[in-house]
């Protein structure tokens, strides 16, 4: 079965700090993944996505994730956070061709002013 | 475009009785799918409607139901409610043309407290 995993659930960082969240597939064949962002009081939000093509994409708010096949990972960075950028961060994943996504279990980021 | 909704956004149940949610996907949407939030658990699919059929499904007991309307409204249904059913039910619409290379795109979802 499709599995995604997220390390390191709490993230607590100062303004201006890099953040690097850490994402691991674990299924073979062509993948779907996605980074969604959850704002305390708001609904998920797509910060974004990877289907093919280049394996450096960019999102919004200034965030980019890599994948990486030969880790299966897909991690999220942003190289300067702010307070407003502190929200549960949620990796997933789904099968090409299959809209059955399985979500890591988030990180909770805290960014001090 | 509107987002996705979901009504109602807050339930309370007790054991035993059963609950049904709704859900309307972004317009011209065609597929939609349920995931259950808990803390323990986090985010878990439970299962995928499009044009009115059922295409995915997660590993959930049967107690857990669903259906999709003509006009791509989705319903949940939850029967013989436990104290664990609680939790936060999202619901994510997608444009379904065939879940290639596809966004879901997710409502506020609906807070189920069972007690």
Redesign the interface.
């Known amino acids: 079965a499709q599995s995604v995993s997220q390390h390191n659930h709490h993230v607590i960082l100062s303004e201006a700090a890099s953040l690097e969240l850490g994402c691991n597939y674990s299924y073979g064949g062509t993948v779907?993944l996605?980074w969604?962002v959850q704002y305390p009081g708001?609904?998920?939000?797509?910060l974004l996505?990877y289907?093919?093509g280049d394996p450096l994409v960019k999102g919004i708010k200034g965030f980019e994730a890599e994948f990486i096949k030969s880790k299966f990972s897909f991690n999220l960075r942003k190289p300067s956070v702010q307070w407003s950028d502190t929200a549960e961060y949620?990796c997933?994943g789904g099968r090409?061709?299959?809209?059955?996504?399985?979500?890591?279990?988030?990180n909770q980021v805290v960014v001090i002013p | 475009k509107a987002g996705v909704t979901q009504t109602p956004r807050y339930l309370i149940k007790t054991r035993g009785q059963q609950v049904t949610l709704s859900c309307s996907p972004i317009s011209g949407h065609r597929s939609v799918s349920w995931y259950q939030q808990t803390p323990g658990q986090g985010l878990q699919f439970l299962f995928e409607y499009f044009s009115e059929t059922q295409r995915n499904k997660g590993n959930f007991p049967g107690r857990f139901s669903g259906r999709q309307f003509s006009n791509s409204r989705s319903e949940m249904n939850v029967s013989t409610l436990e104290l664990g059913d609680s939790a936060l039910y999202l619901c994510a619409s997608s444009a379904g043309q065939g879940a290639v290379q596809e966004t879901q795109y997710f409502g506020p979802g609906t807070r189920l407290l069972v007690l």
Do not use: T, V
């Open positions: 779907n996605f969604y708001q609904h998920l939000q797509l996505k289907f093919s949620f997933a090409y061709g299959n809209n059955r996504l399985a979500f890591g279990k988030g």
